[in-house]
């Protein structure tokens, strides 16, 4: 299973490097998204400034919903979809390989937007362990889900639409959870950040086991 997993990550990373879409499209979405933000609640810095950690993780989030689209989009042409249930491969290290290569986009894509932040919003990176923390279990809970409804909404027609329909209201959790710990983190307080990084590892074991079980017969649907 692992080694499969490595197998298809390196195939998905491979892609993207040679396409630089994440990035090329990606980050600056995300960085735009950003932007954005900050131009609609300026002059008012201290707001901006309170909002840092729930506009950080909106920001992911959109970002997230396009990485997941992308995988998926590849996988959809050509009779590849096929092609990976006929190849042998453990439909659980295909599951885990897909995850394991948004994953690493993702973690790019926050470490621009960490620093995108300090620029635009002027926050400070206090209670660095909690934010590492967070930010590692907090994209594992997005991407499990998503590489399940990413896989779901790949044989439809509609994909582009029905993935975030799936996939954001599951995911709405991750968000309060990771807003929280982030600006727990941000605010001095990291004891009181724990707590919901707690609760996102749950999360992210529930999705992952989920997958790990039923990627076969999501793939058989698709």
């Given at each position: 299973?692992?080694r ?23 980050v ?12 609609a ?28 689209q992308?995988s ?23 599951f ?7 994953t ?8 621009v937007?960490?620093?995108?932040v300090?620029?635009f919003?002027?926050a ?14 907090a ?14 909404a ?18 709405a ?50």
């Amino acid at each position: 299973m692992f080694r499969d997993a490595v197998l298809l990550a390196e195939k998905d990373l491979r892609l993207e490097l040679r396409s630089r879409i994440a990035l090329g499209q990606i980050v600056p979405f995300a960085l735009l998204v950003l932007l954005l933000f900050a131009f609609a609640v300026d002059p008012d810095r201290g707001l901006l400034s309170s909002l840092t950690a729930g506009l950080f993780w909106i920001a992911v989030l959109f970002s997230a919903v396009l990485a997941i689209q992308r995988s998926f989009a590849v996988e959809s042409g050509d009779g590849i979809v096929e092609s990976l249930r006929m190849s042998g491969l453990d439909p659980a290290g295909i599951f885990l390989g897909k995850a394991l290569a948004i994953t690493l986009q993702l973690l790019v894509v926050e470490v621009v937007l960490a620093f995108g932040v300090t620029i635009f919003y002027g926050a400070e990176l206090d209670g660095l362990f909690l934010l590492v923390a967070t930010a590692l279990v907090a994209t594992t809970a997005l991407v499990a889900p998503g590489t399940i409804y990413g896989a779901l909404a790949a044989g439809d027609n509609a994909r582009e639409t029905i993935l975030p329909l799936l996939f954001l209201p599951v995911v709405a959790p991750v968000l309060i959870g990771a807003t929280e710990a982030f600006g727990a983190a941000l605010g001095g307080s990291s004891s009181e950040g724990w707590s919901w990084l707690a609760l996102l590892a749950v999360f992210a074991v529930i999705y992952t086991a989920f997958g790990l079980l039923a990627f076969g017969s999501i793939l058989e649907e698709t």
